[in-house]
């Protein structure tokens, strides 16, 4: 299981990937895992640090599917790799979806 730990530059044990994570705020973050992780683990060590959900992890232009290991995906060892993380809020849209419904709920009136 990933210890989700914090990894110091150019510290990174042999046995160990560093996954250094990157929002489309601009967030980052190093995770220290095992390469016999899966994408899932992953995903549930982010959830856990960061409010987050619908997690998906994107290398090298492509999705990481969440029963995989990183080692399945060709993440090395010993070594810091770069990952890009895609959020979605679903509260984003039913809040829109709310505001639509309020706009056709306007109040009518007729004089007789």
Same mark, same amino acid.
């Given at each position: 299981m #990933? *210890? @989700? +730990?914090?990894?110091?530059? @150019? +510290?990174?044990?042999?046995d160990k990937i560093n996954l250094r994570?990157?929002?489309?705020? #601009? !967030? !980052?973050?190093? &995770?220290l895992m095992n390469p016999t992780d899966t994408i *899932?683990?992953?995903c549930r060590t982010i959830a856990s640090a960061w409010?987050? *959900?619908? =997690?998906? =992890? &994107?290398l090298r232009g492509k999705f990481l599917e969440r029963p995989s290991t990183l080692a399945s995906n060709s993440i090395a060892t010993g070594d810091t790799t770069v990952v890009h993380l895609l959020v979605k809020n679903d509260a984003a849209p039913q809040a829109a979806a709310v505001k639509d419904s *309020? !706009?056709?709920? #306007?109040?009518?009136c007729i004089l007789l």
């Open positions: #990933g *210890e @989700g +730990a914090q990894v110091a530059a @150019g +510290a990174v044990p042999s994570l990157l929002l489309v705020s #601009g !967030k !980052k973050t190093d &995770l *899932e683990t992953v409010p987050v *959900e619908n =997690i998906k =992890i &994107l *309020e !706009k056709s709920m #306007g109040c009518s």
